[in-house]
């Protein structure tokens, strides 16, 4: 079974600038959750779909990140525009319809750098 | 609000010591706890997960940890540790499994030869 995968791994953008992370679920996952964390902080939550809906977006920083799930299976996540304190790593998370967190897999993240 | 705190943002043992990290809980209800590790350009990687069917909880790579709801802890512990143990690893809790995860800000494990 192939696992979370995002990409681009590693970005480095200037601020002002847009960024869109990847991430595709495992095969078959309703559940899509997005995580951040910035450097030396704790991980935190951004938001959660359930298929393509917005089950829990209460993490989402401000109107300048946009996250969208079209169809249900791979999700983005787009930041426009960057600022310095969205550099981070952002991690992504699947797991099935009835499992939540006690079934989750994680992708291996993707390290945002804004100069 | 859940919490969760881990005392220690880094930890340095010698190989073949006993491992612990300490993760503290905030809750008035027990909730679904995990420990995690994450390893250098790596993703996150279950290690453990209670869920009140045991308070003594196995995992992988012989860690393990202890559920004590008068302490509100739930400690990560192994008896002997490896030089591949060396990574960060998270401590998280969850209210009902279903919810988002609130994580701890991480311990780095350091094994010296």
């Known amino acids: 079974e192939a696992g979370v995968t995002q990409f681009p791994s590693h970005s480095v953008i200037e601020k002002g600038q847009t960024v869109t992370l990847r991430c595709d679920p495992i095969?078959?996952?309703?559940?899509l959750y997005w995580y951040r964390r910035v450097m030396g902080k704790e991980i935190k939550f951004l938001l959660h779909?359930?298929?393509?809906?917005?089950?829990?977006e209460s993490g989402m920083p401000n109107n300048r990140f946009l996250a969208e799930r079209t169809g249900g299976t791979y999700s983005t996540l787009k930041v426009q525009p960057a600022e310095l304190e969205d550099s981070g790593v952002y991690f992504c998370?699947?797991?099935?319809?009835?499992?939540?967190?006690?079934?989750?897999?994680f992708g291996s993240g993707t390290r945002l750098t804004i100069v | 609000a859940q919490s969760v705190t881990q005392l220690g943002s880094h930890v340095s043992v010698s190989e073949g010591a006993l491992v612990l990290l300490r993760c503290n809980y905030s809750?008035?209800?027990?909730?679904?706890l995990f420990w995690y590790v994450q390893y250098p350009n790596q993703g996150l990687q279950l290690l453990l997960k209670?869920?009140?069917?045991?308070?003594l909880v196995k995992g992988i790579n012989g860690f393990e940890a202890e559920f004590k709801k008068s302490e509100t802890s739930f400690h990560l512990t192994k008896p002997s540790a490896h030089m591949s143990d060396a990574a960060e690893y998270f401590c998280?809790?969850?209210?009902?499994?279903?919810?988002?995860?609130?994580f701890g800000t991480g311990t780095r494990l350091l094994v010296s030869p």
């Open positions: 998370a699947s797991s099935q319809a009835d499992r939540g967190p006690y079934g989750y897999t």
């Open positions: 095969s078959g996952h309703d559940n």
């Open positions: 779909f359930v298929k393509e809906s917005k089950q829990d």
């Open positions: 809750s008035s209800v027990p909730p679904y």
């Open positions: 209670y869920t009140s069917a045991a308070t």
């Open positions: 998280a809790a969850s209210n009902t499994g279903f919810q988002k995860l609130v």
